[in-house]
């Protein structure tokens, strides 16, 4: 079983950045898991938004945050982060953390653990 707590988010102006924090509470291996970022806005579906593979030697992006977005791993603190720079309107979103055994994925299906979220708003 893996459980997720996010932290970092807060309100931040346009252009500004922000480092959003999941630390994992895992009964194996941190370092088994993939790690995925998802978001979802009022009123849309949560969507995609970066992954790293268990040894983090590879990533994924959605193509709406490369560039500006890194995610990151450290698993000797059990802990994956999500660099956000150069924030826009449209990044506004909760942030939520999911763990999967499987290869990373940008698909929802692949992870079986998720964290609560952490509220990101980018504000003119």
């Known amino acids: 079983q893996v459980q997720l707590v996010e932290s970092g988010g807060g309100l931040v102006q346009i252009g500004g950045s922000l480092r959003l924090s999941c630390v994992a509470s895992?009964?194996?291996?941190?370092?088994?898991?993939?790690m995925g970022w998802f978001r979802q806005a009022p009123g849309k579906e949560r969507e995609f938004v970066a992954a790293i593979i268990w040894s983090g030697t590879k990533t994924h992006y959605a193509d709406s945050v490369k560039g500006r977005f890194n995610i990151s791993r450290d698993n000797d603190k059990n802990t994956v982060y999500l660099q956000m720079n150069n924030l826009r309107p449209e990044d506004t979103a909760n942030y939520y953390c999911?763990?999967?055994?499987?290869?990373?994925?940008?698909?929802?299906?692949?992870?079986?653990?998720w964290g609560q979220g952490t509220q990101v708003t980018v504000s003119s």
């Open positions: 999911a763990a999967a055994l499987a290869k990373y994925s940008d698909s929802e299906t692949s992870y079986e653990a």
């Open positions: 895992v009964g194996g291996t941190f370092g088994a898991y993939s």
